[in-house]
């Protein structure tokens, strides 16, 4: 692709130079040219589309994982080894996103999700409750009269450490906003390793119901649905 934009852009440079009065115009058409190839390389490759509504009424599905084969990923500065205990599949509603940059384990989960399910994920009861995420911990305030009590809020959100399966996927994760209704499938795993001469690990939650340090999912995600359109 370099050597191609190369050649273009060779071109069009001699072709202006003849042609003095149209130089800035034909200029301006290879920049839009060249922006539009760049941009086109991050966006994620479609693999298929749903037109069945998403329903983000059900709780996350979660199934025992059989087979005990590890995930070995390099990362700069050393290993993991990803062990999945649970497939894991949840259909929500994106209520906060943040993504991280300058620690190890942001070089294997770069993104956090938070997700909402069940009434949490109904637009008419937005007002009662506000999302934020900072430092890999989610945050929730009531404001008055909420209808939901903690119990539900708990049971009914949790905040995910997405570890995309591929760079089509991270791709995909990077698309995704606020308000956007999404099915995510994968496992929940434990992960081990060394990163830069120490030892690392990080292990999920496999409850919905437990809060503090420790209670996020951390997600290997290998398919992503947004809208009608699937990635894998």
């Known amino acids: 692709m370099q ?29 839009v040219i060249f922006l539009l190839v ?66 190890w384990e942001s070089k294997i989960s770069p993104v956090d999700l938070a997700f909402v399910w069940g009434k949490l994920g109904e637009p008419e009861f937005d007002k009662y409750i506000t999302y934020s995420q900072s430092n890999r911990w989610y945050f929730y305030n009531y404001k008055p009269k909420s209808p939901f009590d903690n119990a539900y809020v708990i049971s009914h959100s949790g905040n995910n450490h997405i570890i995309p399966a591929n760079e089509n996927i991270y791709r995909a994760v990077k698309t995704i906003g606020k308000k956007d209704e999404v099915i995510m499938e994968g496992y929940l795993v434990n992960l081990k390793g060394t990163y830069k001469g120490r030892e690392v690990s990080w292990n999920t939650s496999l409850s919905r119901t437990d809060t503090g340090n420790g209670s996020c999912e951390l997600f290997y995600v290998s398919k992503v649905r947004k809208g009608t359109k699937i990635y894998e």
Do not use: M
């Not at 009065?21 to 301006?28: A, M, T």
């Not at 087979?67 to 999945?84: A, H, Q, T």
């Open 3 to 31: 050597n191609l934009l190369t050649v273009r852009w060779i071109l069009i440079y001699d072709w202006i130079e003849g042609e003095g009065k149209v130089k800035y115009k034909n200029h301006l058409v290879f920049s």
């Open 38 to 103: 760049l941009s086109g390389c991050d966006r994620p490759r479609l693999t298929g589309v749903e037109f069945e509504k998403i329903d983000t009424s059900q709780d996350p599905r979660q199934t025992p994982y059989k087979s005990g084969e590890p995930i070995l990923i390099k990362i700069e500065g050393g290993f993991v080894s990803i062990s999945p205990l649970a497939e894991y599949k949840v259909s929500g509603v994106v209520v906060s996103k943040k993504s991280y940059f300058d620690d």
